[in-house]
């Protein structure tokens, strides 16, 4: 297969590395055509085949490194390049950070808000230990001619490779998995065959709390059936005394949706405590919560400096979940507004705010496009405004209810720079953007966090 540029899939070339690509991978350019080479790092000249062909670029697989970065590093993981899970382990942690703020220039490269060239980009914030740090796991669960196995599917393609030592979660998640595949294979209890659309688990969820150590094993399953639960669950919460929840969930379709809609309390409590600055979450199997909590609380104090809250001040806290941003502010500010379109997110957040005793806070269930003009026709004006929105970005309504009704500071708190970039070629219209703060909540990832801080011009 040829194209424009000549490049054909097979063909080997030899070719310099310029930059590092919004996924992680290396940029090089092979007469004049982009070429998109993931684990190959600036600075390098490496030798590479083609696998992918386009109109306007090519993709490749690394050969060898003719002349490495003094930057590159030997990966922890045993199974890094086939995983995916990781796409930075190659690359010294300190330059992962210095990448994650190329990330962001890179999305306003691309959107050119007003003034873009000129943002303050500060130093992004990075960990101590940039490893261990997950709190949960997904793995799913598969058996070959060599027993059961845990694992992630390799990018792109149905094929799991087999982890049984992920270096960047809580290892107590990891050896509570091992255990549980184990006791599986000890129990002859049958695994999910994809291909043939039978047999039983599926994947296992682990989640632990970090400051509370407790820790909750999911089952789940692709029918409700659930062979020899006594004995395993038995084995289990004696080898296991962190274990303080067993549950099972039903999952019986093929699609790529993780959990499914009905869950059965197996043992033990049905959710586990935790608890993030002053707000205290029970965890059920579904419950939404931050996968690094160490670098969540560094997100909220960035987003909480950005806000500038002052004594007095009327703040909203769009996206607001089940209030954790919103209410560490509230001892600061006159009150705090939010909204949620999770209606169990909004009482979760009214009984945090109980449990606190924080008395300033009104929590509502809807859209932010439509509730804060109906605070605003019932006399509420906003000091400030914290979004903490998806992957996708504001909502379009939400962007242009903040134009009409601007407030004097805007704090945008971005897991996704594209979309950001996408959202600040509108904002810009009203607001200046003061700085920009990357925080690494995912190291070893090419996943990058921003906090951004917008006043009225």
Same mark, same amino acid.
């Given at each position: 297969?040829?194209?424009?540029?000549?490049?054909?899939?097979?063909?080997?070339?030899?070719?310099?590395?310029?930059?590092?690509?919004?996924?992680?991978?290396?940029?090089?350019?092979?007469?004049?055509?982009?070429?998109?080479?993931?684990?190959?790092?600036?600075?390098?000249?490496?030798?590479?085949?083609?696998?992918?062909?386009?109109?306007?670029?090519?993709?490749?697989?690394?050969?060898?490194?003719?002349?490495?970065?003094?930057?590159?590093?030997?990966?922890?993981?045993?199974?890094?390049?086939?995983?995916?899970?990781?796409?930075?382990?190659?690359?010294?942690?300190?330059?992962?950070?210095?990448?994650?703020?190329?990330?962001?220039?890179?999305?306003?490269?691309?959107?050119?808000?007003?003034?873009?060239?000129?943002?303050?980009?500060?130093?992004?914030?990075?960990?101590?230990?940039?490893?261990?740090?997950?709190?949960?796991?997904?793995?799913?669960?598969?058996?070959?001619?060599?027993?059961?196995?845990?694992?992630?599917?390799?990018?792109?393609?149905?094929?799991?490779?087999?982890?049984?030592?992920?270096?960047?979660?809580?290892?107590?998640?990891?050896?509570?998995?091992?255990?549980?595949?184990?006791?599986?294979?000890?129990?002859?209890?049958?695994?999910?065959?994809?291909?043939?659309?039978?047999?039983?688990?599926?994947?296992?969820?682990?989640?632990?709390?970090?400051?509370?150590?407790?820790?909750?094993?999911?089952?789940?399953?692709?029918?409700?059936?659930?062979?020899?639960?006594?004995?395993?669950?038995?084995?289990?919460?004696?080898?296991?005394?962190?274990?303080?929840?067993?549950?099972?969930?039903?999952?019986?379709?093929?699609?790529?949706?993780?959990?499914?809609?009905?869950?059965?309390?197996?043992?033990?409590?049905?959710?586990?405590?935790?608890?993030?600055?002053?707000?205290?979450?029970?965890?059920?199997?579904?419950?939404?919560?931050?996968?690094?909590?160490?670098?969540?609380?560094?997100?909220?104090?960035?987003?909480?400096?950005?806000?500038?809250?002052?004594?007095?001040?009327?703040?909203?806290?769009?996206?607001?979940?089940?209030?954790?941003?919103?209410?560490?502010?509230?001892?600061?500010?006159?009150?705090?507004?939010?909204?949620?379109?999770?209606?169990?997110?909004?009482?979760?957040?009214?009984?945090?705010?109980?449990?606190?005793?924080?008395?300033?806070?009104?929590?509502?269930?809807?859209?932010?496009?439509?509730?804060?003009?109906?605070?605003?026709?019932?006399?509420?004006?906003?000091?400030?405004?914290?979004?903490?929105?998806?992957?996708?970005? $504001?909502?379009?309504? %939400? !962007?242009?209810?903040?134009? @009409? /009704?601007?407030?004097?500071? =805007?704090?945008? #708190?971005?897991?996704? +720079?594209?979309? $950001?970039?996408?959202? %600040? !070629?509108?904002?810009?219209? @009203? /607001?200046?953007?003061?700085? =920009?703060?990357? #925080?690494?909540?995912? +190291?070893?990832?090419?996943?990058?966090?921003? !906090?951004?801080?917008?006043?009225?011009?």
């Amino acid at each position: 297969m040829k194209t424009q540029h000549n490049l054909k899939i097979g063909q080997k070339i030899t070719l310099p590395i310029k930059r590092l690509g919004i996924n992680g991978e290396g940029i090089g350019y092979f007469k004049k055509t982009i070429v998109f080479i993931p684990g190959a790092l600036p600075d390098e000249t490496v030798t590479a085949t083609i696998s992918n062909v386009a109109p306007k670029f090519a993709e490749a697989t690394l050969n060898k490194v003719n002349k490495a970065s003094s930057e590159r590093v030997q990966p922890r993981c045993a199974v890094y390049e086939a995983c995916g899970g990781c796409q930075l382990q190659h690359l010294a942690y300190e330059a992962q950070l210095v990448f994650k703020n190329d990330v962001v220039k890179q999305s306003l490269e691309k959107h050119k808000p007003t003034g873009y060239q000129h943002y303050k980009m500060r130093p992004a914030i990075g960990m101590d230990n940039p490893w261990h740090y997950r709190n949960k796991l997904q793995f799913q669960i598969r058996k070959d001619e060599h027993g059961v196995m845990a694992g992630l599917y390799q990018p792109n393609s149905h094929r799991l490779v087999g982890i049984d030592d992920c270096v960047v979660q809580q290892p107590i998640t990891m050896n509570i998995l091992n255990g549980a595949v184990r006791i599986l294979e000890k129990y002859n209890v049958p695994i999910y065959d994809e291909r043939r659309n039978s047999g039983i688990v599926k994947t296992l969820m682990i989640r632990t709390g970090l400051k509370t150590g407790e820790t909750q094993l999911v089952f789940i399953t692709h029918s409700p059936k659930l062979p020899q639960k006594n004995q395993m669950i038995n084995e289990l919460r004696h080898e296991f005394p962190q274990l303080v929840s067993i549950m099972q969930n039903v999952q019986p379709t093929k699609s790529s949706v993780i959990m499914g809609d009905q869950t059965i309390h197996l043992w033990g409590k049905e959710s586990i405590a935790e608890q993030l600055e002053d707000v205290h979450f029970n965890l059920s199997p579904r419950a939404f919560f931050q996968l690094n909590p160490e670098q969540t609380a560094v997100l909220y104090e960035e987003a909480r400096k950005a806000l500038d809250a002052q004594p007095g001040d009327k703040i909203i806290d769009a996206y607001c979940g089940v209030g954790t941003i919103g209410l560490s502010v509230a001892n600061l500010v006159g009150e705090v507004r939010g909204m949620d379109t999770i209606p169990s997110a909004i009482e979760d957040a009214k009984e945090n705010a109980k449990r606190l005793g924080v008395t300033n806070t009104h929590y509502e269930a809807g859209t932010a496009e439509d509730l804060i003009p109906k605070w605003l026709e019932n006399g509420f004006r906003p000091d400030g405004i914290i979004v903490d929105p998806p992957r996708t970005g $504001l909502d379009k309504k %939400l !962007v242009n209810t903040l134009l @009409k /009704y601007p407030s004097k500071k =805007l704090v945008y #708190v971005s897991c996704n +720079p594209s979309t $950001l970039a996408r959202d %600040l !070629v509108t904002l810009t219209k @009203k /607001y200046n953007v003061e700085y =920009l703060q990357s #925080v690494d909540m995912f +190291p070893q990832t090419a996943r990058a966090e921003v !906090v951004a801080k917008l006043t009225l011009k």
